[in-house]
């Protein structure tokens, strides 16, 4: 596409509509400024550090991003909400861009990011595709974070659908020629993005996938069937998350029990 | 007084060299299902944060001050405001202000809690609305006016990255409710045909968005 006729490609376009952009040159910097980055801003995380900035986003997100249906003290009671199945109801529901447009958990989630990732990162440089919608806050948290530290590093976008006007592409921003894609999403969980989205990396954009792919949380645990998260039939990468179910409390009565308190959700809910 | 005329002229490269992609005959297809010779890809810029740092230091240059004697919420119009959310509450950050963001879908989603806004919107704070690009202000418009319909306040100023007309100050009224629209960028400030910008830089366009 990037060949025919009428495109203005400037010196990048090859086959697959990609430009050149600076994939070799971005590798090269990347190894630089990760060794800067290790010295100079007290990265990776102490395990305190660490201990601190994970119980600090488990806990939020057990408080702000879990609906849990159930009465409350006082009277009020939170009804079970519809599923994405025509006639079914959830008691339990995440609602993770509560926590990834918060400033405190972005910035705790890329430090926790970068700690895992920055050793991997500096042997093998990649780049981030994050999934629209819900992967975009955590994809933006992962590069700014980077870039604080001064390490380069490239996100772009797998769309659900492609875009209506334009070139219909399936993918937005700029995507790097010569970095494996690492998969970015909020949740692994029964719906399939992810792996759709990976599918389109390799067969659209020829890219590998890198060996990992992070959510933030792995919906698995005591009492979740491993039959609702879809990337356990993924053939050959390893899923990285830093909660799973286990982390949270599943009802109003364990969230009590936990806290002291009834769960509620600071702001309004529209 | 800080000058961010660097800040301007670098971001405005970037966005003329990498995010316009260009044909010599129509061949991109538009909103209204016209044929165009250019589209603006924003998300080649949205996504790079050396270009969003730029880009939050000039909002919140201008804006700043007003955050700071009265504080705003920011809301972004699904999709391409959501970059431009996290980048100016992640530099917001930066500089010591906390800034609540959330983002404003374009149907409200269809299970569950049938959220109109994904994140959390604070009770009695301002919204600022905030797009990467802007034509008609019809997306900002209908993000202000679901603000509006929850009872929200609208922030009196909105904010895009770039026009993709001859402005960079515009307005609308959300009900009786002024909102002046403030871009960084008009399309005057860019080569859009490849004549243009191989007249400007002598060198032909390089285009940087995936288009597959």
């Known amino acids: ?270 | 007084m800080i000058d961010h005329s660097e800040d301007w002229e670098w971001c405005r490269q970037f966005i003329d060299h990498h995010c316009v992609l260009r044909t010599d005959r129509p061949l991109l297809i538009g909103p209204d299902g016209s044929l165009n010779t250019w589209q603006f890809y924003m998300p080649v810029a949205t996504l790079n944060p050396q270009f969003m740092a730029r880009i939050a230091a000039q909002f919140w240059h201008r804006f700043g001050g007003n955050f700071d004697t009265k504080p705003f919420q920011i809301a972004g119009a699904e999709s391409g405001g959501v970059p431009v959310l996290n980048a100016l509450q992640w530099f917001a950050r930066n500089q010591g202000r906390d800034v609540n963001v959330f983002e404003v879908r374009k149907k409200a989603k269809a299970y569950g809690l049938k959220n109109w806004f994904e994140g959390r919107v604070l009770e009695g704070v301002p919204v600022m609305i905030v797009d990467d690009i802007t034509a008609s202000m019809r997306t900002l418009h209908t993000v202000a006016g679901r603000v509006r319909a929850v009872k929200l306040q609208v922030y009196p100023y909105a904010f895009a990255i770039c026009s993709c007309r001859s402005w960079r100050e515009n307005g609308f009224k959300v009900g009786e409710q002024p909102v002046n629209v403030t871009t960084l960028y008009r399309i005057d400030d860019f080569g859009m045909t490849p004549g243009e910008y191989v007249a400007r830089y002598k060198q032909p366009p390089r285009f940087q968005g995936a288009t597959v």
């Open chain 1, 1 to 270: 596409m990037g060949n025919d006729e009428g495109l203005q490609g400037g010196d990048g376009d090859g086959p697959r509509g990609l430009a050149k952009g600076d994939g070799g040159g971005l590798a090269a910097w990347s190894h630089a400024a990760l060794e800067m980055a290790e010295t100079s801003v007290g990265w990776p995380l102490s395990p305190a550090e660490w201990r601190e900035h994970w119980e600090w986003c488990r806990e939020y997100i057990d408080r702000e991003v879990v609906y849990r249906a159930g009465p409350r003290e006082g009277g009020e009671t939170h009804p079970p909400i519809p599923s994405k199945k025509p006639g079914g109801m959830y008691v339990w529901q995440f609602y993770l861009r509560r926590a990834t447009y918060n400033s405190e958990f972005a910035h705790r989630l890329g430090l926790l990011f970068w700690d895992h990732f920055g050793p991997i990162y500096k042997r093998a440089p990649f780049q981030i595709c994050a999934c629209w919608p819900s992967g975009a806050p955590i994809g933006m948290a992962i590069v700014m974070a980077a870039y604080d530290m001064g390490v380069p590093i490239n996100l772009f976008m797998a769309r659900r659908e492609p875009k209506h006007i334009g070139m219909d592409n399936w993918f937005d921003g700029h995507v790097e020629l010569n970095l494996p894609v690492l998969m970015v999403d909020d949740a692994a969980a029964s719906t399939e993005y992810m792996k759709v989205a990976s599918a389109r990396v390799q067969a659209k954009l020829r890219l590998p996938l890198h060996r990992c792919c992070f959510t933030v949380v792995n919906k698995v645990g005591f009492g979740f069937s491993k039959d609702a998260q879809h990337t356990e039939n993924y053939l050959d990468n390893m899923l990285v998350s830093f909660f799973n179910m286990n982390n949270f409390c599943h009802t109003v009565r364990a969230f009590r029990e936990r806290y002291g308190e009834e769960p509620k959700w600071t702001g309004i809910v529209q």
